[in-house]
């Protein structure tokens, strides 16, 4: 019977079904490049940003890309608010003499700003010369920017997603294919009528009329979306609840005395768990469809948020302007593409049988 | 296996159980509309009876007879009079129409245009070119008496309703008491027939006046242009009205009718054009109204609507987005420079809509005066005009620019100065600038609020306001709602600050009452000596401490300063022009030292592009005109249209043009 993971050895089945991913070319690739992606973009800051990465300025070192805001009047300009580095990088190589020196971000813009003030707010074309490698969009925001940040928030709502929907459906598909019985029935009925709620539609009316003193944010939006999608985990859960609740050990650990709770979590969830995985590439790829789906509609997240769904929505407006929507589409594409071939080779790997016959 | 058959009794309930839901179906109560309708002509009578300190009934002996009756015939007609009767026109609107009525709840949408507010004429109407001339409509004749605040009106005999009928002045008294009553659901108008009219004077079938509270310098262009109702289709008019109505078609007095057959839903309505039309023929009519089919096709999203324009699917389109101008339908585009479209900028005079960033007062931290001017030096709607607009449009002096003369002499906006923001911050307690660059107060209060609009195309506008605020150290957070969601917010005052405005009737001299008063900002604004609510300053004292927020009116920054109360009700009680240029100026003054609209942007012309094949007079279009299409001065030539769509095939082409009418710009 296998037991929970242990910490510093894995179980030689598990082991297995790893080396059998490894083995799955197309997955294991696929699986690189999103991991590496993914940590990319929690150091995005360093790589896409406005603000340098080391100043030396009269003697002092900054690190202005954490913390607070340095002012202009701190490194010799005239007003106060946030300086301006890309111009104070400007300066100082105007200064061939000076000690000061400062090293940028490989793309030097963020996602908010206005790169071109002073000029009309179009999209402008990708040009190598001023490091906006694809281009800016109708308020001349850079669109790699954009798309880098955009990336980070979605991973952030994906994967606030489902661990909360996983851990709802989890316990409740769990609870109700352990009781049975009135319980079961009960919550079935629940779960149909209200999984028969079309998703898109509900959180588009609820998102348009929450009350205005609480606004729109992430933190709503996720509680919107999680509110009408727990309930997919709830029908695997439960009848693989109920396969394991016939076997003998959780009868063994019944009449050892075991409490519910301790026979669910930590007889019958291990020997679930293991498939389970397999759902989680195919959530994080419906969690980010939903949420560019609701931001190219203008119910998700608020502006000047950086989104994809809001980068879609520029490009279908502005298709003089190809440059936006081919960015956006082909993130999402590359993205969608990536994640599904790992969740095609995590359920491959994690099959019980090497070889699936259909006779 | 054991079968038992059911006894009689067990089969017995079973049937009854099986009917008893029936039972509850017929037992519920039904409408017999038939026999239900409420009787107008009934309640009608009653009314008038009731009020008849109101509707006034006298015999055509007594018009008095030394009036002098006017019929518009000095004035210039400004149609082009060689306009081509025919073809179809395509236009679009952006949403399909909720009703057909065009008063009452879901009224207001884009279908209203083409049902009253473009074609039908009122009884007197505003000369577009004239600022205080009036031209005759259902009426053929008038005569104003300035002394006894009255306005006679003779009835055009040749004015019929499109199913023949001749419109009477019993639809005149029918149209006041439809105004006024409560079945209507629409507060405005039983406010607007009631607090504007002192009598309604019927004389004969044509003749009738109408006595005003108040003199006013326009008193027959501002009141003489409603539209009347016919008696004869709303004898069921009463409660439930608006069900009833939701989908008839009733008869009009323009030019264009409705049929059942033109009404595919959720897609299109078409109107035709009645060719027997009374007025056709007569002075200010002609040349109007050109075209025969009037299509309306129902495209809701702005980029498509673009796309439609440039394939020939619709023969006009408005231009007024920088982007459509410049980047979609700009003068590279295949048709504008093949020259089977045409570009125009049209100058005109008009008030323009009051765009501006509205600070609900009412709202903590923002009742406080230093904030709010910090709030408008740190909001850079220069840069929005410069660079969203493209130069195109110019920050607005006072809320009221447009009506001709300039309301204030020397009151202008508050230039963007982040410097002197900074200062009114500090002298409102927002001295320390935090790790992120937006300004504290002692409290830890961080100096940050919500903009919130109806307009989703506004988002752009905001972002860029909020990163101009941060210069400032003032952060801007940003709220775009849909529109309906967004304009409840506003009304029921729930936000901080709106970017929103409001879109002003032409007329000669602005409103102030809607938006400041501060009986529309609080309920309980004016007490009387015993503690009770009143509506004016003249009336009560104001109260130090209003507690009651009302809701749904258009003072939608809260305002309650009691001297521009005291200004707003003298104002509304002046009866000469000078009179009300001046208290206007004080009331700007007023509303300048408040602060508590931050001043927004105004295009001084409209633009648009048309296919080849629409002709429009040579001096293109009036000055109060809002729309190219709102006068109806345009036309199709049906062979020039076979030609252009040849010509599209065959790749030939036009000179191409773009024309600037600027024969109404003030500077």
New interface residues.
Partial sequence: MPRLLPRFSLDPLTQKKLRRFRSIHRGYVSFLILTAAILLSIIAELLVNSRALVVSYEGEIYFPTY???H?GKEFGFD????VNYRALAERIAAEPDSDNWMIMPIVPYDP???CYP?????PRAPTTTEGHYLGTD??NRDILARLVYGFRNALIFSSAFLVFTYVIGITIGCLMGYFGGWFDLGVQRLIEIWSNIPFLFVVIIVA??IP??I??NLGVLLFIVVLFSWTSMTYYMRSATYKEKARDYVHAAEVLGASTARIVFRHILPNVLSTLVTFIPFTIASSISALTALDFL?FGL???TPSWGELLRQG??????PWIVASAFSALVIVLVLVTFIGEAIREAFDPKKFTIYR | MNHVRPSSFQLRRALLTLLVPFVFTACGKKEDTATNAPNMEADLAATVAAQSDFYLRKDIAELPSDLTWEDGSELPEFADLNAKKGGTFNYYITDFPRTLRTIGPDATGSIRAYLLDYVEPGFLNPHPNIPDGVFPGLADRWAVDHTNRTVYYHIDPAARWSDGKPLTTADVEFTFYFMRSTHLRAPWYNDFYTKSFTNLVIYDDLTFALVHPEDKPDLAARFGNFVPYPRHAYQDFGAGWIERFQWRITPKLGPYQLFEKDIDKGRSVTLTRDKNWWAKDKRFFRGRFNPDRYRLDVIRD??KTAESFARGDIDMFSLNT??FW???INDQHPEVAAGRILRYKFYNQIPRPDWGLWINTAKPRLNERELRIGLHHATNIELVCA??F?GDAQVMNTRSDGYGWRTHPTITHRKFD??LA?QYFAKAGYTQ?????VLMNAKGERLSF?I?TPS?TL??V???L??EA????LEY??????ST?GFK?IQ?K??ELGLVALSRSVELYPRYWEMFHGSNAYEDAYLNEAGQVVQTYAEGKPNPNPQKLKVQTNNMTSTFVPELDRLTEAYGKAETLPEIKTLAAQIEQQIYDSAPWINGWATPFYRGGYWRYVHFPQNFNVASSRTQEEFFLHWIDTDERDEVERARRTGETYPADLQVFDQFKRE
Avoid: C, W
């Fill in positions: 913390g607070a805001i002012t007003y106060d608010y946030e908010l700003e206005n002073g000029e009309p707010f179009k109708q308020i348009s009329v205005a003193s606004g729109m203008g608020p502006p000047p279908t407006s502005n298709l003089q302007a | 702005p980029d920088p982007k410049y980047e979609n660079q969203y493209r982040p410097e900074r600038q935090g790790p992120d660059g919500t919130t989703q988002r752009d905001m972002s860029i909020k990163q941060l210069k400032a150290g957070n940003l709220e775009a709602l849909d969601t917010k029921e729930n936000h």
